[in-house]
């Protein structure tokens, strides 16, 4: 079992910077594959950006691409989501995942084989 803890959220105003933290206790996070999903209000989880667990390749939805950046420290052993230029439309409780099975990234859900508990993001216009 992998106990995610996700961390940062809060209120930003619309052009206004984020970053989230995500860190699992017992387990070296630069082993697995990783990726940060949102989900707001009425709408299904979607894809945000993802890292691979070996060489540490990324990916990311079109629509943050430029403006958002998944990264490790493996000294800390925390996997991060630095978000600028933030929109209204973002507002979303933020998930990180992760998957042991994987060797490279996750896009989808179904990917998924654990799910922290979530942060909430709001962005005001």
């Known amino acids: 079992q992998v106990q995610l803890v996700e961390s940062g959220g809060g209120l930003v105003q619309a052009g206004g910077s984020l970053r989230l933290s995500c860190t699992a206790s017992?387990?070296?996070?630069?082993?697995?594959?990783m990726a940060w999903f949102r989900q707001a209000p009425g709408k299904e989880r979607e894809f945000v950006a993802g890292?691979?667990?070996?060489?540490?390749?990324?990916r990311y939805a079109d629509s943050v691409k430029g403006r958002f950046t998944i990264s490790r420290d493996n000294a800390k052993n925390t996997l991060y989501l630095q978000m600028n230029s933030l929109k209204p439309e973002e507002t979303a409780v933020y998930y990180c995942?992760?998957?042991?099975?994987?060797?490279?990234?996750?896009?989808?859900?179904?990917?998924?084989?654990?799910w922290g508990q979530g942060t909430q993001v709001t962005v005001s216009s």
């Open positions: 995942a992760l998957d042991t099975r994987l060797v490279g990234i996750m896009t989808t859900s179904r990917d998924v084989e654990f």
């Open positions: 890292i691979s667990r070996i060489g540490g390749s990324t």
């Open positions: 017992g387990r070296t996070l630069s082993y697995y594959t």
